[in-house]
T-cell receptor, first 114, second 116 residues
């Protein structure tokens, strides 16, 4: 298996623009998670899905952020409009079931909003 | 509220020396516990995990960790550090509620520097 695949690896955009981050989880993994990593706040859970359904989005910072999982093999995290404080590394992770399995993380998308 | 604390932000050890990275958690029950490693510019890789049974668990790359319920700790150890172990290490706790859906909560991380 190729692991969790995220695209793009790097994204530089201007403030106010829409940004879409993409994730392909490992086949057969029923849970998908989006995390954000910054120096100030560390790793924060933004949202997670089970069988394509959003379960907990309490970590989504504000309405500018939205996430979808239209099918078992694809998820997007969208920021519209983007702001400089959204600059961070965004990670996607997946797991086959309950937490005891641990999560497999993608390589992340480094987002810079200028 | 549930939390994970890694008291040491930065640790420097000499190559060949032993290593212990500390992790404490705050949670009512015994959670699932994990250690991850992150190399620069990379994602997080699972080193080891504990959810029940033997409190000393072995992981990849020669790492081990010991769960101590009385101290709410899950410290990571390695008897002899290699230069390639230089990275950031994260302790994580899976808060699995009655629904068992789980959420992984991370500590702030410990950056390990290895001196030649």
């Amino acid at each position: 298996d190729a692991g969790v695949i995220q695209s793009p690896r790097h994204e530089v955009t201007e403030m106010g623009q829409e940004v879409t981050l993409r994730c392909k989880p490992i086949s057969g993994h029923d849970y998908l998670f989006w995390y954000r990593q910054t120096m100030m706040r560390g790793l924060e859970l933004l949202i997670y899905f089970n069988n394509n359904v959003p379960i907990d989005d309490s970590g989504m910072p504000e309405d500018r952020f939205s996430a979808k999982m239209p099918n078992a093999s694809f998820s997007t995290l969208k920021i519209q409009p983007s702001e400089p404080r959204d600059s961070a590394v965004y990670f996607c992770a997946s797991t086959p079931g309950q937490g005891r399995y641990g999560y497999t993380f993608g390589s992340g998308t480094r987002l810079t909003v200028v | 509220a549930q939390s994970v604390t890694q008291p040491d932000i930065h640790i420097t050890v000499s190559e060949g020396a032993s290593l212990e990275l500390r992790c404490n958690y705050s949670y009512g029950a015994t959670p699932y516990l994990f250690w991850y490693v992150q190399s620069p510019g990379q994602g997080l890789q699972l080193l080891l995990k504990y959810f029940s049974g033997d409190t000393l668990v072995q992981g990849i790359k020669g790492f081990e960790a010991e769960f101590k319920r009385s101290q709410s700790s899950f410290n990571l150890r390695k008897p002899s550090v290699h230069w390639s172990d230089a990275a950031e290490y994260f302790c994580a706790v899976d808060i699995h509620g009655s629904s068992n859906t789980g959420k992984l909560i991370f500590g702030q991380g410990t950056t390990l520097q290895v001196k030649p």
